[in-house]
């Protein structure tokens, strides 16, 4: 194997994805987050106690890991500090394993106002998880955001206020009224300030000197800035290639992609979607696979596996293979569907993924049906040891999706796994 593995999310986030860093993580010497913040919730289990990361990597678990942060995040000081305290509760050390990238963006206490702010009033709105991460990129690309570096230098960082106070309408107000969140989050800069670096050439140098990186996602291809039904996105680049941009890294030397899904779908929020069942069927899906989100808690939508999706998130990332999850939930339905393709109005029958809301909002789905296994799953440990209806089913999706399945997620904790081929 190569030096650099990317894993990501293959649909609207939530596939599982922590689940499959955790375990992956016995692998690899470096898990690295590339994009997002606390927006993110990866569900870890440690002794089968349940942990979620939101910022720190999910190869936490592993104690000899080291645990980067690299420039593409958005990162919560405050709520970084209250994760490792959480973690270290468990008797793992983060501290001395923790690298910081000084070209992370800081999101700061102005950040989720704007963000309720925005959301608050809009007419339609995203749906955010409300933790500030569109406002925090948006003031990088406007060149007036605190990055990590600076946030650690006191002179930096009161430049940085004054900056704001002099350019930015609202914020000087919302910073005087708010003095006890500002001081908290001034003291979280103390604190972090020993890991802070260039995360990005250290990790380049250790890969060179022959470590193995693991480079985590998080969030979805689907909800990519670029790539998703936009407006109803995230505000990063979650889709593989993003990983090279954030690390710094000559896309080449990426030599394994592989992608977290479900066996059927999920989105948190608002936006398209095409499969979504909001009927008994979705509320049956939602109740079994405990579908609310680890950072909001927010009932997740749910609805069938679509392959037109999986097709454009196949084409997007060129997944060498496809770590699907929670087969285990689909077990007891006489039938089970997927979308091969979409039935549009005035544009007929759609083979190709349209990232265009305004099309997605108008599609019907076209499904090919089959027949559902009644039996509980959580203890095949095999491919052949699985329901003959289920390996249908994974069959098909191959098939419908042109994707390799790499392994198959039967319940949540890291040993209910089937390998189908060699992984990672
Ligand atoms: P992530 O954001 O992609 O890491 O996923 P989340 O942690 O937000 O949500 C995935 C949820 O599904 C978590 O509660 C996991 O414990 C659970 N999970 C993961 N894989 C499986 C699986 O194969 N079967 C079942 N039943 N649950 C799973
Ligand atoms: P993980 O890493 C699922 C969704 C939000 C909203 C949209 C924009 O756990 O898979 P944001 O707060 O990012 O500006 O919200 O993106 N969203 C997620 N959905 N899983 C996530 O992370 C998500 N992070 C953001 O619900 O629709
Ligand atoms: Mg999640």
């Known amino acids: 194997m190569g030096n650099y593995t990317v894993l990501i999310g293959a649909q609207w986030g939530d596939e599982g994805k922590g689940k499959w860093a955790d375990t992956l993580a016995a692998q690899f010497d470096w898990v690295a987050r590339y994009q997002g913040g606390n927006n993110a919730g990866h569900t870890l289990y440690y002794h089968g106690k349940k942990v ?3 910022q720190i990597p999910s190869g936490a678990l592993h104690p000899t890991c080291t645990l980067a942060l690299l420039s593409g995040v958005v990162l919560n000081p405050v709520q970084l500090l209250a994760e490792i305290a959480e973690i270290e509760a468990l008797g793992v050390s983060v501290r001395p394993r923790l690298l910081l990238s000084d070209k992370a963006a800081v999101i700061t206490p102005w950040h989720p106002y704007l963000d309720q702010l925005s959301e608050s009033k809009a007419e339609t709105p995203i749906g955010t998880t409300r933790k500030g991460i569109g406002p925090t990129y948006a003031d990088q690309s406007l060149r007036i955001g605190l990055r990590m570096g600076a946030y650690i230098d006191p002179q930096a960082q009161q430049a940085w206020v004054r900056k704001m106070c002099q350019q930015v309408e609202g914020f000087e107000a919302f910073y005087r009224s708010h003095e006890a969140e500002w001081a908290t989050f001034f003291a979280a800069a103390k604190e972090l300030a020993p890991w802070v670096g260039p995360a990005e050439a250290l990790c380049r140098e250790a890969a060179r000197a022959g470590k193995q990186v693991l480079l985590e996602g998080a969030q979805g ?7 998703g ?5 995230t505000s990063s680049c979650t889709v593989a290639a993003g990983a090279a941009v954030s690390l710094g890294l000559d896309p080449r030397k990426i030599s394994k992609i592989y992608g977290i899904g479900k066996a059927y779908l999920t989105r948190v929020g608002s936006g398209p979607f095409p499969t979504e069942l909001e009927d ?33 998130a196949q084409e997007i990332n060129g997944f060498d293979g496809i770590y699907l999850n929670k087969l285990d939930i689909l077990s007891g339905l006489d039938e089970v569907k997927i979308a091969i ?10 083979e190709n993924y349209p990232a265009d809301p305004t099309i997605l909002e ?6 090919e049906s089959y027949p559902g296994w009644k039996e509980a799953i959580e203890t095949c440990r095999s491919f052949e040891a699985l329901p003959l209806a289920a390996q249908g089913f994974l069959r098909a999706i191959e098939r419908t999706s042109g994707v390799r399945l790499a392994a198959i997620g039967v319940g949540p904790q890291p040993e209910h796994r089937i390998y189908l081929s060699e992984a990672v």
């Not at 393709?341 to 759609?350: C, D, F, I, M």
């Open 229 to 233: 039904s936009y407006p109803f996105v």
């Open 362 to 367: 108008a599609v019907t789905p076209i499904y």
């Open 280 to 312: 008994a069927q979705g509320e049956w899906l939602r109740a079994k696979g405990q579908e609310f989100g680890a950072t909001t808690g927010r009932p997740r939508r749910c609805g069938w596996f679509d392959a037109v999706a999986m097709r454009y």
């Open 52 to 54: 979620v990361a939101h």
């Open 221 to 227: 291809t689907l909800l990519d800035l670029a790539h």
């Open 341 to 350: 393709a979409y039935s549009h109005p005035t544009l007929g029958r759609l």
